[in-house]
Structure formats: structure tokens, C-alpha cells
């Protein structure tokens, strides 16, 4: 039998499901970008804000949208929009099945019609997740607005057909809103991104105003809410295991788009006016005035370390994050670039520093889930800045060493070259990898303008790192040893000096 509501009566009974009839359901989110980290993460806390809040509960489902592909939308339609959750721990996976969506939908499909979703009245909060790389923005933050994809939207919306991106959907959304008169959904960015609410309104005004729109952005600016949010939960691509474990515990009942993930979970929000679940019911989620400094936490000790194993760890041919944390020479380089740099800005005092490294290492490390370091590496270009650059420039500044944010760049940089080379085992997936490998191509050999030339990208890295000449040179020095030794004596040269 199929995952469906009427196999909800059949699952096993120790089996972690909707309490709520949930044909009974109304959408009052709607979702860009249904992922799998969307699932393990809003779609979960939802349903557990609606198993606790009983019937008032039931407005708030989940409209989500595929933005890309439509598989994954399209499966979880057949499943009458459930799935599975798989809380893996180390030796021990729970299975959860979630019904808090209504509609799975597909952003490429005119019907979704997603403006119209996001003006419903019954629409009061708007999630994303289109991760740092689907918002097209430069290293300050801004909108990009010589993107492809921003350029194609802004003709879309001048010949009135619906918007692919994110942010001319929302455009066109609170346009709508604004024609009708109606009050604004609130506009939760639920991605990595830095300050990721005020970096979305800026993006959105931005799209308005680019598509001559300037009333409609001061409206924006004036009226909707973008809370900024931290957002924490591991979970990895679906395998077929996961397909043969979820049909185990649900006593045979077939899903075929389950989401592993690992049992921690966050969630901050910025405080925001207006109706919504009562997400707390789900432990780890906190309503705050202030998110900055956990998403600063968040995005340079987490992220920026995942960034770190996987550039690294790719090139020391190992292929997932919990065997490059678990190694014996490149886990403790991580471990002491997530502490020791990683933790630039973020305020927060030392033992709590030591106990969130201590802990992320942990996670890290955990074998039950597979995190290929082909995934967290891509897209390197729209990362680099707010996880990378930000406490590398601070630590710059401060006279502080960046052993490990150096190394982290130039095993990037390794990546393109290797690929350029056809010697790379992993695929690259990057916005700019076209230009990235362009780079690569035409430095071939010489190492410095290799380096100088990925360092001059602003939109990346930003304005000229402080002691700019020197870092050009260590990474330079980085890729030459690279290219002459064993990566595996690189490390343990670097190991001992750290
Ligand atoms: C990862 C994140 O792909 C990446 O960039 O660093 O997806 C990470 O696993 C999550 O943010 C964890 O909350």
C-alpha cells in the first residue's frame, strides 16, 4: 500500500502521526521552495503547532512549491501531500509521518498560480527555502540585477506571465495584495542567508523598483513584515536505504519520498504581529526580538565548518561530512577553525563558544547521516561571503590568524582547477561556475593569478580583504603545495602549526 491518508489507519502505532483529521486542513502558508529541508524542518514544526493548537489549528496548513523540478511535488501529490520523516540517530531511526500540507504545487506550472495563493486572504504567512543561491544576490547582499534568471523574471513580469524566482513571485504577489487592499502576509525567509528577512525585503523593493515599480516598493518597505529567522536542522539527500527503512517502520507501507534528518532542530524567529501556529509546540523553536547573533553563531560556526570539511575533505577523497569531521588530522582543523575563527563577531561568551563547537562536531560526526560533501560544496560562490569572508575580514583586522579560512578558499579554488583538469571525482554545482573554471582555464598553471583573480571577484569576496597581497600569496603558496605534494601531508604540516 501507498502513503496516503487512508493508510494513516494502518501505520503501526508507534508511528509519529497527525492527530487532526487532515482533509480538514486549510492553507494558510504558502511555500517557495519545497525541499527536503523544508519538510524535516516548517512542515514538521507545523504539524506539531497543529496537533497542539486542535481545531484552531486547522488553518494552518502548508501550499508548498516546487520551484525547480516538479518530482518531488509531484510524488507527494500522489501521496496526498504526506511523507515520512526519519530522525536518524546514531543507532536509531524514528519514523514520523507529517500531513501539514494541502497542495504541493510546481512554481513552472501557470495553474499553481502562485501570485493568487500568495494574495488569498487565508494566506498570512509566506515560508522560503531557495537556499543562499536561489535570491541571485552579490557578496554586499543586494539583488543582482544582471543575473539571468532576475533578468528573465523582470521581463516575465513586464509581459505579465508568472515570475520563476522567489523574488518576483513575491513581487507579484503583494502586488496583488496591494491592488486588492488587503493586509500582507508576513514574509518568512527561511534560508542561510545574513540577515536573511531585511536581505529578502531589500532584494524584494529592489525587484519592484527594477521593474518600475516605485510605489509598490515603498509600500513593501512600509508595510510587510520580513522577520529574520536562524533555521538548523541536518538533513541530508534521500536514498534508497531511506525508502527501505521508511517502508519498514510505516509495517509496509510504501513512501517514496521520505526525509532523513537528524534529530536536532531550530528555529528563532524574529518576534512579528499577526496570526500564526503556535510553532513553539515544537521543541526548539523560540520567538525573539533579536536573531542576529544566533544566525551569526549559525551561519559561520556551522555553515562556514561544513564549507570547510567539504572543500577539504573532497579533495582528501572523502566523500560525506561525518567521515571528514571523524577524520583524525582534518577534525581537529575543523574543530579549531569553527572555535578559533569561525566565532569572529559572534557574541557570545567562551564556554557557551566551547559548547557549541563541542556540539556541532558531534553532529557533525553523526555516521547515520550521509551528507556528501558534493552537496554541501555547492554553490561556494553565493556562501562564501556571510559564512567565510565576514569573520576572516574581522579577523584580519584584529591581527588574528586565518589558517583555516585560507586553507578553506584555496581548497575551493583546488575544485575548479581539478575539474578544469578533468581530475576531480566530485561535480561542481555553482552559479558561477562557468566563469569560476574560465579562471582556472587561463591561469592553468601559475597559481598566484589564480588565486588573484577568485580574490578579485567582489561579488564574491567582496572589497579587498585587509592585507590583501599577503592572503593572495598564501593561498597561492596553498594551491602550489596542492599541486607538488600529498594533500594528506598538507594537512598534517597545517595541523602542527595550528
Ligand atoms: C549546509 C546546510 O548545504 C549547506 O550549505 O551547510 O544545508 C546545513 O546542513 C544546514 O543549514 C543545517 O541546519
Known amino acids: ?97 507529517i500531513g501539514s500540507i494541502t497542495d504541493s504545487l510546481f512554481a513552472g506550472d501557470p495553474e499553481a498560480n502562485l501570485a493568487g495563493r500568495i494574495a488569498d486572504p487565508r494566506t498570512r504567512i509566506v515560508t522560503l527555502t531557495v537556499t543562499a543561491s536561489g535570491y541571485y544576490l552579490t557578496a554586499d547582499n543586494r539583488l543582482d540585477p544582471e543575473a539571468d534568471a532576475i533578468l528573465a523574471d523582470l521581463r516575465r513580469l513586464d509581459e505579465d506571465q508568472p515570475a520563476r524566482t522567489a523574488t518576483g513571485l513575491l513581487v507579484q504577489g503583494l502586488a496583488q495584495v496591494r491592488a486588492g487592499g488587503g ?28 521593474s518600475g515599480r516605485d510605489a509598490l516598493a515603498d509600500w513593501i518597505e512600509a508595510t510587510v513584515q520580513f522577520p529574520d529567522t536562524m533555521v538548523d536542522r541536518i538533513t541530508p539527500t534521500t536514498f534508497a536505504d531511506d525508502i527501505a527503512d521508511a517502508r519498514r517502520l510505516l509495517g509496509g507501507i ?12 531550530e528555529w528563532i524567529i524574529g518576534e512579528f504581529e499577526g496570526p500564526r501556529p503556535d510553532w513553539e509546540a515544537h521543541e526548539g523553536t523560540q520567538f525573539v526580538p ?18 570547510i570539511l567539504a572543500y577539504v575533505g573532497g579533495l582528501a577523497g572523502l566523500t560525506t561530512i561525518a567521515e571528514a ?32 563547537t563541542r556540539n556541532l562536531m558531534k553532529r557533525f560526526r553523526n555516521p547515520a547521516i550521509v551528507h556528501q560533501v558534493e552537496r554541501i560544496g555547492r554553490n561556494g560562490s ?4 556571510a559564512r567565510v569572508i565576514r569573520p576572516m575580514r574581522e579577523n584580519l583586522l584584529a591581527g588574528r590568524p586565518v589558517t583555516g579560512a585560507v586553507l578553506l578558499i584555496a581548497s575551493w579554488i583546488r575544485w575548479f582547477a581539478l575539474h578544469e583538469q578533468e581530475a576531480l571525482e566530485i561535480s561542481i554545482t555553482d552559479p ?67
Not at 290 to 307: I, S, Y
Not at 382 to 385: G, N
Request: aromatic share 6%; with cysteine.
Open 1 to 97: 500500500m501507498r502513503l496516503c491518508r487512508e493508510a494513516l489507519a494502518h501505520l503501526p502505532s508507534h508511528v509519529y502521526r497527525p492527530d487532526y483529521d487532515v482533509s480538514r486542513l486549510q492553507p494558510g502558508i504558502v511555500h517557495l521552495g519545497c525541499g527536503s529541508f523544508h519538510r524535516a524542518h516548517q512542515v514538521t514544526a507545523t504539524q506539531a503547532a497543529i496537533n497542539a493548537m486542535g481545531e484552531k489549528g486547522l488553518r494552518w496548513g502548508i501550499a508548498t512549491t516546487a520551484m525547480r523540478r516538479p518530482e518531488l511535488v509531484r510524488q507527494l501529490a500522489r501521496q496526498d501531500n504526506l511523507f515520512t520523516l526519519l530522525t536518524r540517530e546514531p543507532h536509531d531511526t524514528t519514523a514520523s509521518v
Open 183 to 210: 493586509v500582507p502576509p508576513v514574509i518568512l525567509c527561511c534560508d542561510n542567508v545574513a540577515h536573511n528577512g531585511a536581505t529578502l525585503r531589500r532584494a524584494v523593493t529592489d525587484f519592484a523598483a527594477l
Open 254 to 265: 510504501e513512501d517514496a519520498v521520505p526525509v532523513p534528518a537528524e534529530p536536532w532542530f
Open 290 to 307: 533579536d536573531v542576529a547573533v544566533f544566525e551569526r553563531a549559525k551561519l559561520q560556526m556551522l555553515n562556514g565548518t561544513h564549507m
Open 325 to 356: 569531521a571523524a577524520d583524525p588530522v582534518l577534525g581537529p582543523i575543523a574543530a579549531h577553525f569553527m572555535r578559533n575563527e569561525q566565532s569572529a563577531g559572534v557574541e557570545l561568551p567562551a564556554p557557551r563558544l566551547d559548547r557549541y
Open 382 to 385: 553565493a556562501k562564501m561571503a
Open 432 to 498: 558561477r561556475a562557468k566563469s569560476l573554471r574560465l579562471i582556472c582555464a587561463e591561469a592553468r598553471d601559475d597559481h598566484r593569478a589564480q588565486a588573484e583573480a577568485f580574490l578579485a571577484m567582489e561579488e564574491v569576496f567582496g572589497p579587498p580583504l585587509p592585507r590583501y597581497d599577503h592572503i593572495v600569496s598564501e593561498i597561492a603558496a596553498l594551491l602550489h603545495r596542492f599541486d607538488t605534494q600529498e594533500i594528506r601531508q598538507v594537512l598534517a604540516d597545517l595541523a602542527a602549526d595550528i
